[in-house]
Each structure stands twice: as structure tokens, then as C-alpha cells.
DNA sequence: TATGAATGAGATTTCATTCAT
DNA sequence: CATGAATGAAATCTCATTCAT
């Protein structure tokens, strides 16, 4: 239910009430259950359609060289989550209490099998030469991930940038840093 | 109360129970309000001396050159928010219920004083010629800030590295991003 | 409805859901309303039918001697109890809570009619000298009722005996007691 | 708690509600969870004191021979029972309910050690010849129970007999039967 | 200061029942 | 007749907070 995600991302899981939910829905709290569960089955819900989404952008990347793969990599996922903000909200706010439930297993194997594609992206882009050999491809890969997992809400509104202006932004700075130079390499 | 901020960031401050905070104390819940007001006090507490630390690292910076400075400001940073692990994850975590509430008006304030940090140095770097004159400083401000300020559990044991570790991995990032290039600018 | 009535037996009328009926015919739960006004309704179709069925058997008895009559009537009893299980685990789970409607006054009734049955009998037979004379009729009758009206599951299947087993031994048992004798006066 | 005891056994565990219980204690029903974990801890509570007792009254009998160590279980049985009516009625009326739960494990094990103890004394008075031989000890015992066991709520008051006079009226028809005989062998 | 019983508001969930289609 | 969405009352339980001892 996208409504009920919308609550989650502005409030918390926690902190939103299923009389929230209902009254955004525009009925009574108790009717809620004809269509979930319970409360937590709406939130597997909205993560586990969020995360399926997720893997199959990056399971299309459809070249072998690393530094176009990273850029699809970061186009996909800025796609797929402004496509699901709430979701990738919910998963930041609540990861401790999500990740600690047997239901939501799915989320740690998820966000494992992400970690290993650009691990492998950055060793593969330095033994080609093209990244820095002393590039440490974990610790890359976790300050990335906060920059590109963080809940996109400003990224829209707020600042007035649009979607690729951003996106650009953070591959210029990926790639050549915010260090004048001669000739950057960023932005083919 | 140190217990409090440490539960807080384990499970968010919606989530503690006051009688958790309690069982870390080896008291009762009622005996609790012998020492604070009410929860949130706990979390006001907690939030205030984070954020009037955070802004005495940013206020003693004591050079003119952008990128010095930014260096100071990085170090600064990463070692109070490293202090304060528990108060930065409420923030996150808990932003919005925070900052709705008059009480908690100086959160605002502070964030806007690191904003004007931070876009005045970018500012002042561009004009200087040391950094690229087509940065969107706002912009690159916020793709910082999400890397700096994300929860830090993972930076520490998990992955084995050391802070300094981290602080110089995210400063090469930042000066130069991820792509081999003859005579690297970055330190050390 | 004899679904029904097989859950009420399993589960209790209160803790049996209309759904679970439903479901249970393969419907869903709005259209049960379509055979039935209400699930009260439902129990009450079904404890009406089954006090109707044990009073018939009360009535049949055509003989004036008490032990005839005696087995004639406990014959009878288990033959009617063993074909309306649901509705006797019914009234006995939830005698409190039927007994108190207006709806299911004719429960007390024939109760009583029942309960004069016996204690005529036992009356007769104290008085032909067939029957002990110090015989409490009414305690006895309490104290027999409890035995035969017991919610009959344990008799079939678990323990492997016949329905007349089971009447067998208890007739013997009433007659005669548990004592060795010589000459008993049980049936075969 | 005595009091939910009490309206459990007026209305069956399940139709009993919280508020119910807590209204007869004078609080509010919040309040009850500083007493109790849950409604079903309540219930546990009950019951297992309960069969505690019960199996420390079979445990008592200090004689070989079965009628007079059959005679010691009624007494002992009656007087615990009477002391526990409220526990007595939610077993039998729940007992599906109860049963079902593995926290509730300790009732089937109860209930077969209570069985065996019946059966032990049946089989032995056979081989004594002081009981008939073709007496079905399990069966025998299953109909007793269903006596000694019915909730004994209109043993009290409404027939107006002493416990006493219940109890002896039993053991008599447990010997001797109904059927008149020179030279009773019941009551000692 | 600490205890522990109590409060009271509110959260999630259940369920018999209704009704437009 | 059946569906399925909705109702609304009520049930169990949680939790920050208070207060007499």
C-alpha cells in the first residue's frame, strides 16, 4: 500500500499507528485487516517489492567495463529509489529493527549480494588500471552506499535540483573528486 | 545518561521503553524520574551536548585555505560524531519527531550554522581557483553530509578499519575521486 | 448446520469463528447470513434439535419397571448423546452462557423434565424394594448425569471401545459396583 | 489470582475479559500487567497450583490395599477439587484450548499420571480378588473421572449436600451400586 | 532516593455483522 | 445466492508517568 509506505518513510514504522494508515485510506482501522495481516505484513511488503526492484537494476548491467558498469550501477539505483523513497527510508530508520526479524531474513541477503557487485566492480577496475590501486574497495563501497542510500527526500523539492542533476553531481565527485584540474575525466 | 544514549541507538528512541533504560540502570522505571523530567529530557539532553560539540569542532578551524580547512572540519567532525555514535543515530533516525517539536528548535538552527560552514568554504575554494568552478556547492554539501553524519557503527570492528583509516579513505575520495591518474593530490 | 456444529464440538462456540465455519463449507463468511440470521442462531438450531431428539428418547420408555426403564433410558441417552457429540460438548462448555438468554430458556426446561425422569424412576424403585433405600435419587441422578453426559470423545477411538461397551460397563458399574460378589446381578 | 479464577470458572477462559477481572480486583485492566505477563500466564498460574496439588493428594496414599487406597484418592481427590472448583472448570471447559499450547504441556502429563495411578489400584484389586475380574480397569476409570472431575459447582449450595455427603454417596455407588442387597459392603 | 502499584491513554488486532454489486 | 469491502465495538496489551510509602 502506497499510502501506508508514504506514513512509514514521513514518521517511522514505529511511530506510525495502524488508525494512521486507516484514516489515510479513508476507512476504519479494524477494515485495514482485509486487506494485511497485520502491520509488519505491510512493511514486508513495501521492503521486499523494494528490494526485488533493487536487484534487478543491478543484475542488468550489460558491460563489462567497470567504470561504465558503476555508472549504470548508480543511474539504476537512483531510479529505482526515487521509485520507492518511502521503502528505502523505512529500510534506513527501522534497519535494526527489520533486520533483527526472522520474517525480514531477505534484507541482510539482499543488501550482501549488493555489497558484492561493486566489490567486484572496483578490484576488476583496478587490475584493469583504471581505478586507484590503493582504493580500499570495501570501505569505498560503504561511503558510496551512504551517499546513494540516503533517504532521496531532499534530493527532490527542497534543493531544486533534478534527478540527473544529481546523479551527475555525485558521479563527477565518484570519479575525478572536487579538486581542480586540467581536463577532467568525469561526464563522458 | 549514557545507558539511554546507547539503547536509543540500538533501537531508536520510540523503541527504548523507559523501563529498559531503567533495567540497564538496575532500577526501577519509576525511579527514573528521580533523575530526569521525562524522556525526552533524556533525549534533549543527549542531542544538545552532541550538537554544541559538533559546532565547537566546526568553529575551531583556524586556517583560511578551503582545503586545509575542510581537512579540519572532516577530522573534527568524524571524531566528535564518533563520541557522540548514540546521539547521531537519534538524529537520523528520529529527525522528523525531533524536529517538529519546539523544544528541539536548536537542531534546526545548528544544522543550518554546518550548512553555511561548508557552502562558504566550497565558495571560497572555487574562487580561489583549487576547486572545480562548476561544484554546486549546496549540492555537494548534502552528498557530504550524508556520508559524514550516517551512522558510524559499521565503521568500526566490522570491517576492521581504523578511524583514521576511514577519514583519510573519505578525504582522497572527496580531493579525488576514484580514478588513476598520474601524481595523486591527495595526502600522504 | 452440521459443520458447524462439528466445530463448536472442537473448538467451543465462543472461540469458533464465523469465518472458520465458513470456510469450512467453502464459503466466505458474509454469505453464511444467507442461511443463517446469526451465529447464535446456528447453536441454537442445533441445541434445539438435540434436546428435541433426547427428550423423544426419555419418552419412548415403555416399561414401569425402574431397571428396565433405567436401561431403557441410559440405552437411549447414549444413543441420542453419541449422535449429537457437538451440541453436548456445546452445552456443557457453555451451559452458563446459553442458559442465560432468554433465546435458550428451553435448555433449563428440559433439563428438568429430564432430571424428573430419573428421580421418578429411582423414587419407584426405592419404593418396590428393587432400588437401595437409602438411596439419595436426586444426588444420584446428578452424579449419574455427570457420567453420561460427559462429552463422549474418549469413548470412541482413543480407548478402542464399542458404543456398547461402554454402556456395558456402565450399567454394571451402577448396578453392581466395582466389589467381587458371588452371583451378579448385571446383565449378561 | 483467586478473583479471575472465580470468573474464569463462571464464564470459560476465553469469554472472560481482561477488564472483567481487572474491574472485580477495583483497578483498571492496565494495571493487572504489573501482576501478571498475560492473560494466559494467569490461567497457567491457576492451573498448574492445581494439578500440584492434585498430584500430591494421589502421591499421599500410604496403603497396599486398593479399596482402602482407592477410598484415600476419592477423599483426597474430592477435598482438592473442592478447594480448586475454579481450576477444576476451566481444565474440563478448555481444556481443548489449554491442551493445545505448549505452555500447557504439564496438563497431559498430569492427566496420565493420574491415570495410571486409577488403573494400578483396578488391576491390583483384580488380582486380590477384592474387585470383579472382568472389571476394564482404563474404561472404569474414564467414567469415574468423568464423576469425580465434573465441575463440582452444584455440589455446593444448590443441592444443599454436604461435601461429605457427596462424597460418601459416591464411593457407595463406586462398590456397591444401586440395586438392593442383604449386607451392604460400602462404608466402612 | 528508591520502590512498586496504579493510572490512563492509546496501540494492534479480532470478529460478528452489513450491504452494494 | 455469493462476493468482498467495510463497519464498529471490543479485546489484549504497552508504556510514560505519578505517587504514597
Same mark, same amino acid.
Request: charged share 25%; no cysteine.
Given at each position: 500500500?502506497? $499510502? ?9 514504522? !514505529? ?26 505484513? /505491510? ?7 523494494? $528490494? ?32 520507492? !523513497? ?16 526472522? !520474517? ?9 549480494? /549488493?555489497?558484492?557487485?561493486? /566489490? ?14 590503493? $582504493? ?37 565527485? $565518484?570519479?575525478?573528486? /572536487? ?7 568525469? !561526464?563522458?
Amino acid at each position: 500500500m502506497h $499510502l501506508a509506505g508514504e506514513l512509514f518513510a514521513e514518521k517511522g514504522f !514505529r511511530a506510525t499507528t495502524v488508525r494512521e494508515i486507516a484514516d489515510a485510506a479513508g476507512i476504519l482501522s479494524g477494515s485495514l485487516y482485509h486487506h494485511f495481516d497485520s502491520k509488519e505484513s /505491510i512493511g514486508d511488503q513495501i521492503l521486499s517489492e523494494f $528490494l526485488t526492484d533493487v536487484l534487478a537494476g543491478y543484475r542488468g548491467v550489460d558491460t563489462d567495463d567497470p567504470r561504465a558498469a558503476i555508472e549504470q550501477v548508480v543511474r539504476a539505483s537512483t531510479a529505482t529509489l526515487s521509485r520507492h !523513497r518511502a521503502a528505502l527510508t523505512m529500510l534506513q530508520r527501522d534497519w535494526n529493527y527489520f533486520s533483527a526479524q526472522p !520474517r525480514f531474513a531477505y534484507l541482510r541477503e539482499a543488501m550482501h549480494e /549488493i555489497e558484492q557487485v561493486w /566489490i567486484t566492480l572496483f578490484e576488476r577496475g583496478k587490475r584493469d588500471g583504471q581505478f586507484r590501486s590503493d $582504493l580500499d574497495a570495501k570501505l569505498t563501497y560503504r561511503l558510496l552506499r551512504d551517499v546513494l542510500w540516503m533517504p532521496t527526500s531532499w534530493r527532490q523539492g527542497e534543493g531544486g535540483w533534478q534527478p540527473d542533476e544529481v546523479v551527475d553531481g555525485f558521479l563527477r565527485l $565518484l570519479f575525478d573528486g /572536487i579538486t581542480a584540474r586540467n581536463g577532467s575525466t568525469a !561526464r563522458n
